[in-house]
């Protein structure tokens, strides 16, 4: 898809050193495990030069593409191995060329950021790195559209940046330029910190076709800025040459977060009181007529008491003029909901007491209640501009579809979600009898996988936890599992753990307390694990413990560091190992976890400090292998050790390979050895890698179409299926992989 960097290496005249060092492929079949969106869309758009193509940009999982004939999204960034460009801050279809997209992107202040253009529909990008910062996953996401091409000269496109004020491109967007004259250049960078206040910045840019002809610049162009200040309204009227602030509309501290014109010389505009997709509690909508008539507050619910929140979609039926929809944002209590007109604003129908949502594709949308509701973060809004019964809205979970737009009675709306895979996962267990896979993600909870190519009927429960971090199964009684996670600002008497004998498919919560002893599990970071026989737990609290009871009673274990895992043989009930990265030890317990003693470490560096994991959602880099008793295997710093003997004796791996993450798979016919994958750098090459001898030699199981902005989080070995391995992204839900012969 993109410019590879074996493309560009041959460029510069460099190939052949890349070829001697590019590690050997073993062809890999790679497809997603269902689940059916599951994260924040911010925006849908549909092209006006082709019926039945739509594109949706996601926040850190790049972009997808409506193919109408095979009836499903298809990923246009996975062959993108900048991280950053999945987090999309803007996407626009060429108004004339339907073949042509653009698209905006860049995750955050610090990362890269570039405008990518597609001349086949986001199969293949031309990538133009730009100088100006984006923040496709900050806040603010949900606003737009930052980018506009002229439709009557499509080569000239405009960029509304978040710090660097107005930028526009005469050269299909290959390169880009300041524009002077827009009265606000910018607020220049924000404070450092992943969690410093961010601008919004020039929120959306709107260019009326009627200010031209075809071949002809556009004169008349409209921008809105969201940043605080006393105005944020600008008017062109000589195709972006000269600006001038739009005097009048709604009062100076609600702020423009999106806009459409229509075909009769009016924009809409949908104000906030901040720019989301949290912490908007009031706002409005206001009707601009651009030829001079003024504004018209078209708010749908003016109501003194109206409840909190804001508007935030926005849409017009380009089929029939004056007939415009809004969505509310942050509206907690009752609902976020969805309101239309077909007079231009002047009166408003609520749709959410007459909808309906069918979501038996992706039943987890229920969540943890008994229906699926409206939706909340509902940013993007789109009717398609081919038929006016046809609207979208996205959430921060799905993106919903209707065909009953102008209908009086009930709406159905649907999950509009085949080959949409957006979520961050956190733990993957594969046990050695049962469902191919249960998983463990960020927001969604996670899911028993029972089959791979279905939506699960619902989500880990009893208790919901929004974030699922840690998974195990006993190694000989692989029914019995273990969960921990945490939910959103989880109260303090909030239950984290979870245990389930029947391979994960329904749970039963914990509480670990002990007599003289704070609760030390309520944040949702200790870390559980379970026994080869499923009949110990290991807690890793400040003060680790453990259960012999099926969590009923805990008691603090011996020789144990605070929180530090204990790692269940998968063989042996009697025995867990354990490392203490402060003081560069082994440890190791032969009485089912009561306490631990020094093991021989025997072979390790003396300095085991950088393979700490860094938080609890990281994955655990000491690994008992299923079938063998006192088999481990330990990740270090890239490298990769194992001990044969329970911790005693450990060899170093001999292959190249620098792995950040390591997993087990079956092994290979004929081979005395799991199969390990990992990701890392071979060489030169970052992807994921096999290897069936030990770690002795690797080779490459993605390829360069195949690399999902290399974003993994986990990854996990089928031990029932030889070659088969489960991949856990940042944004692109899971991947599984299997040899392609």
Sequence with gaps: MSISPRAMTARLGLIPLLIAAAPAETPYHWQNVTVGAGGFAPNIVFSTARRGLAYLRT?????????????????????????????????????????????????????????????????????????????????????????????NHPSTLFFGSRHDGLQSSDDSGATWHKVASFPLPGLGQPAPGWRAPTHAGIAWVEVDPDSGRPGTRSRTLFAGSADPGPRHIFRSDDGGTSWEAVPGGPRPDLLPTKAALDGQGRLFVAFDDGIGPNGITRGAVWRLDTHGGGWTDVTPDKRPDAPAGGYMGLALDRLHPGTVAVTTVDRWHPVDTLWRSTDGGAHWQDLGPRSVRDVSATPFLVLDGKTANMGHWMAGLAIDPFDGDHIAY????????????????????????????????????????????????????????????????????????????????????????????????????????????????????????????????????????????????????????RSTDDG??????????????????????????????????????????????????????????????????????????????????????????????????????????????????????????????????????????????????????????????????????DPKRFGRVYLGTDGRGILYGDPAF
């Design 59 to 151: 926040d850190m999982g790049g972009a997808y593409r409506w193919d109408d004939a095979a009836g499903r999204w298809v990923a246009m960034t996975d062959g993108l191995a900048e991280g950053s460009y999945q987090g999309v801050e803007s996407i626009a279809p060429d108004p004339v060329d339907p073949e042509v997209v653009y698209m905006a992107a860049g995750m955050g202040r610090r990362s890269p950021a570039a405008i990518l253009r597609s001349a086949d529909q986001g199969r293949h990008w031309a990538i133009h790195p730009v100088g100006f910062a984006m923040g496709g996953n900050e806040d603010g996401r949900g606003l737009g559209e930052r980018l506009a091409i002229d439709p």
């Design 394 to 545: 996205t959430t921060g979970a799905t993106l919903y579809a209707t065909r009953q737009g102008s209908g009086t009675g009930q709406m159905t709306w649907t999950p509009w979600v085949s080959g949409i895979e957006q979520t961050a996962i956190i733990a993957l267990s594969s046990p050695t009898a049962g469902a191919p896979l249960v998983s463990g993600f960020g927001d969604i909870g996670g899911f028993v996988h029972d089959a791979l190519d279905r939506s699960p009927p619902h989500l880990h429960t009893h208790p919901y936890l929004t974030n699922t971090n840690n998974l195990d199964f006993a190694g000989l009684a692989p029914a019995v599992m273990v969960r921990s996670g945490n939910q959103h600002g989880s109260p303090p008497w909030a239950v984290t753990l979870a245990r389930s004998t029947d391979g994960g498919h329904s749970w039963e919560p914990m509480v670990a307390e002990v007599p003289g002893l704070p609760r030390e599990d309520r944040d949702g970071k200790a870390a559980i694990t379970v026994s080869a026989d499923g009949h110990v737990f290991a807690l890793a609290t400040p003060h680790p413990l």
């Design 552 to 717: 009923r009673h805990w008691e603090m274990t011996r020789g144990l560091p605070p929180a530090t895992r204990a790692v269940a043989d998968k063989v042996d009930p009697l025995r867990f190992y354990a490392v203490d990265f402060g003081k560069g030890r082994v440890l190791a317990s032969n009485d089912g976890g009561a306490s631990f003693t020094l093991a021989g470490g025997r072979g390790l560096p003396a300095d085991l400090s950088r393979g700490q994991p860094r938080n609890s959602e990281t994955p655990y880099p000491l690994i008992a292998e299923p079938g063998r008793a006192g088999s481990l295997w330990l990740k270090l710093d890239g490298a990769i050790w194992h001990s044969a003997d329970g911790g005693n004796n450990w060899v170093r791996a001999p292959g190249p390979i620098l792995a950040d993450l390591l997993a087990l798979g079956a092994r290979a016919p004929g081979s005395s050895a799991p199969t390990l994958f990992a990701t890392g750098l071979l060489g030169t090459v970052h992807g994921v890698f096999r290897s069936i001898d030990g770690g002795v030699s690797w080779t490459r199981i993605n390829n360069d179409e195949q690399q999902w902005g290399l974003r993994f989080r986990v990854i996990e070995g």
